[in-house]
């Protein structure tokens, strides 16, 4: 028997199995992507901002996680919701925090008061928001946060 070489067949076979090869590896650059911004949005979150937004003690809970976690990551204010938030200010009326250097500073440590607030809430954000394999809206990603921020340190000497 005899066969016969037929022009082009190679490039047909390809051509159909190179389309299902690049959408392999099309899912596999996007599921790397979005992999990469959940991690990086877990270590920012966590490390969330140094500093309050401005006017904190006007805002509701939820502006103020919004502002917080949108100051680490990087993100618009309008990728984040906030589900729930709580927000706690605590004053210690005596802490020990810094009293070495309030020491330093006079002879005698009369008070010593703190602020702290605390800050708990769960978000939602959307990772790999416009890529093809994650959709328009992207993928929902929920975490809870809680830090706690320093208001005020006050030392009184004498």
Not at 27 to 40: E, H, M, N, P, R
Not at 53 to 63: L, Q, V
Not at 73 to 82: A, K, N, P, Q, R
Not at 104 to 110: A, F
Request: charged share 20%; aromatic share 10%.
């Amino acid at each position: 028997m005899r066969f016969h070489h037929l022009r082009g067949q190679t490039t047909v076979e390809f051509a159909f199995a190179g389309i299902w090869l690049i959408l392999l590896m099309m899912a596999v650059l996007c599921f790397g992507f979005i992999t990469f911004q959940k991690s990086s949005f877990d270590y920012q979150v966590s490390h969330m901002a140094d500093e309050l937004p401005s006017g904190w003690e006007s805002m509701d809970a939820k502006r103020v996680v919004k502002s917080c976690v949108a100051a680490a990551s990087g993100l618009s204010e309008d990728d984040i919701e906030v589900n729930s938030a709580e927000i706690h200010l605590e004053d210690k009326g005596s802490t020990d925090l810094g009293n070495s250097t309030a020491v330093q500073l006079g002879s005698e440590l009369k008070t010593t008061t703190a602020s702290y607030l605390d800050i708990c809430a769960d978000i939602t954000v959307h990772l790999g928001r416009g890529i093809g394999f994650a959709g328009a809206g992207g993928i929902p990603y929920r975490r809870s946060v809680r830090q706690s921020f320093t208001v005020e340190r006050r030392w009184e000497v004498a």
